[in-house]
């Protein structure tokens, strides 16, 4: 079948020093931003990718058991069928248009061509894996949102971007298990430089069983290509709605190429031709498959043509990948390689330091502005969405601050509220309600838990009650999903030193969490925990532990205890001297 990533031709004119002896030089708190190009130069961008040696970057592959067709069976992504659609009816959409030069003034070596995306949060951009893989996308690339006609450029080099707003993108992250070869778990997040005004596309969830049930309608959207005659791609938006298919069905084509639970399939089998056949096709790789308003699949492949007789359309899943997209959505990126960082006080000047994950040791950087001696509880999180990491304190006082970045002013305090002296903890594991923004949990020292629904911007919804019985917890920590069900949980520990796993359900109030389960026990040798992500970059959160002076990481799994294996891999040495810190975030 098709769908891969199209290098189509479109006619300009249509279309502090390392950590303890580590040797590594401090750097600014969060990453340094990169020069900002123009709006002419990152149309030139444009224009030289739509316009350069488009070689398809395609999947090939063979339908089974029917006979191959002559000529490459390649899996190349469009709309053929389907109906226009507006930028107004489907936000979320976005450009991807890549462009690699070589850095020679030959145009014959170029690496150009275009993808689909899905805006899931407001610097985050859901594509394929296949758009990504081997692919620097912070260089000369540019994603655009807010637009239903792709750019165009007139004689003089003057873009029109037709209400769309371009973007550049800071770093990207591609799913550790993708698989060249099957195109299997075909799924990749860029991250934006800065964020976008978009309503984001909310997820299906790994629960969301009910939305891929067969015969039900589904409706893909890109800028591919429209007809199998032609390699050019749509210049407006279109939308096609299709049926989705059964695995045991798409299966009997695509045989051993379909991954069941993995992969996706919709749409009607192709006619052969364009008459009566409605599918995405080259171009439309990236895009998204909704249905009832959410995710539930990326353009992922198909055949070269996309019309080959009784060849269906194949989607990842979105379901399974959402707690690994989530990660990526909900991180605590500081300086944009990927990988979740921790805070730490020192006690002894009440200094706050951010460090950076280097998979298998944290380097110290430079600190935070501030004085942070009179702060006693302190998380992080992005409360406005912004793509930068921001800090929620509670003073001795009992005083909450909002400790976030201004542009052009630096670090700025905002005082959320007083009186938080009632409460023992507090924790921002990310989207707790369910509405894909993130909230804040702050437990009463009796012990009732409760919800403060983020509302996207730094400021939060009514709080909501969500049950009693936490005082029983000496910690309580979580930030992101640690099941792989696309939903936020938390870790609770005891005194004892039993730790318990709250898997999140999406919904707000009494009915938050599910029941507990133990999966593990951390003794009273264990003095100071942080929860900040995936520190070590392999898609599920991670647990960081200090044990007298020595920084342990207890690797996240995505497994629950007694189901598929232990939550928690064993312990990995994370460095010595933490002892002269007292705050972990």
């Not at 838990?449 to 979580?478: C, K, M, S």
């Not at 951390?522 to 970059?537: E, I, M, Q």
């Amino acid at each position: 079948m098709h769908i891969g990533t199209s290098r189509l031709a479109v006619p300009v004119a249509v279309s502090v020093l390392a950590l303890f002896g580590t040797g590594l030089t401090a750097t600014g708190a969060q990453a340094a931003s990169q020069p900002v190009p123009t709006k002419r130069e990152l149309g030139e961008r444009v224009a030289k990718s739509m316009t350069a040696d488009q070689a398809k970057r395609t999947v090939s592959k063979t339908p089974a058991p029917a006979p191959k067709p002559s000529g490459p069976q390649q899996a190349a992504p469009m709309i053929i069928g389907g109906t226009g659609e507006t930028i107004a009816n489907a936000p979320w959409m976005a450009q991807l248009h890549y462009l690699d030069n070589r850095n020679t003034t030959d145009r014959s070596d170029d690496e150009a061509f275009f993808c689909g995306g899905t805006v899931v949060a407001p610097t985050k951009i859901l594509t394929a894996a296949h758009c990504v893989e081997g692919l620097d996308w912070t260089l000369d690339s540019v994603v655009v949102v807010g637009a239903t006609k792709l750019p165009t450029t007139d004689a003089s080099q003057v873009t029109n971007w037709h209400g769309g707003t371009p973007v550049t993108v800071s770093r990207q992250w591609l799913h550790s298990g993708y698989d060249t070869v099957r195109t299997d778990n075909d799924v990749a997040v860029l991250t934006l430089s800065q964020p976008v005004d978009v309503k984001p596309l909310p997820m299906a969830r790994s629960t969301d069983t009910g939305l891929y049930q067969a015969g039900q309608y589904a409706d893909a959207y890109g800028w591919g290509r429209y007809t199998s005659t032609s390699q050019a791609l749509s210049p407006s938006l279109k939308r096609v709605g299709m049926p989705l298919v059964s695995d045991q069905t798409c299966a009997q084509f695509w045989g051993s190429n379909l991954v069941p639970n993995h992969m996706v399939c919709a749409g009607q089998p192709a006619t052969g031709s364009d008459s009566g056949t409605n599918t995405a096709c080259n171009g439309d790789s990236g895009g998204p498959l909704v249905r009832n308003g959410r995710l539930i699949g990326v353009v992922s492949w198909g055949v070269d043509g996309c019309v080959y007789k009784g060849a269906y359309g194949v989607y990842a899943k979105a379901s399974t990948y959402s707690g690994a997209i989530r990660a990526r959505v909900n991180d605590t990126d500081w300086n944009k390689d990927g990988k979740a960082d921790m805070l730490a006080r020192r006690a002894s000047d009440g200094t706050l330091f951010p460090f950076h994950s280097l998979t298998g040791r944290l380097s110290w950087q430079a600190a935070v502005p501030g004085d942070y001696r009179s702060t006693n509880l302190a998380v992080q999180t992005d409360l406005d969405r912004d793509g930068v990491q921001d800090i929620v304190r509670r003073t001795t006082a009992g005083d909450l601050f909002w400790t976030h970045q201004v542009t052009g002013k630096g670090w700025q305090d905002t005082k959320l509220t007083g009186g938080w002296q009632t409460r023992r903890a507090f924790v921002a594991p990310g989207d707790v309600t369910g509405d894909d923004l993130p909230d804040l949990l702050s437990v009463y020292d009796s012990g009732k838990l409760i919800i403060h629904p983020g509302d996207g911007r730094g400021g939060f919804a009514p709080e909501v009650d969500a049950g009693p019985g936490w005082q029983t917890y000496q910690n309580l920590v979580g930030h992101g999903d640690f099941n792989r069900d696309g939903k936020a949980d938390l870790l609770a520990r005891t005194a004892a030193g039993a730790v318990y796993l709250y898997k999140g359900t999406g919904n707000a109030g009494l009915k938050a969490f599910e029941p507990r389960v133990q999966v593990t026990t951390l003794g009273k040798t264990y003095s100071r925990f942080a929860t900040p992500g995936d520190v070590n970059n392999d898609g599920t959160p991670d647990l960081l532990a200090r044990e007298g002076d020595v920084l342990w990481l207890f690797p996240g799994t995505g497994n629950v205890t007694g189901v598929s294996g232990p939550t928690f891999g064993s312990r990995q040495h994370y460095g010595t001297a933490w002892g002269q810190f007292d705050l972990f975030g």
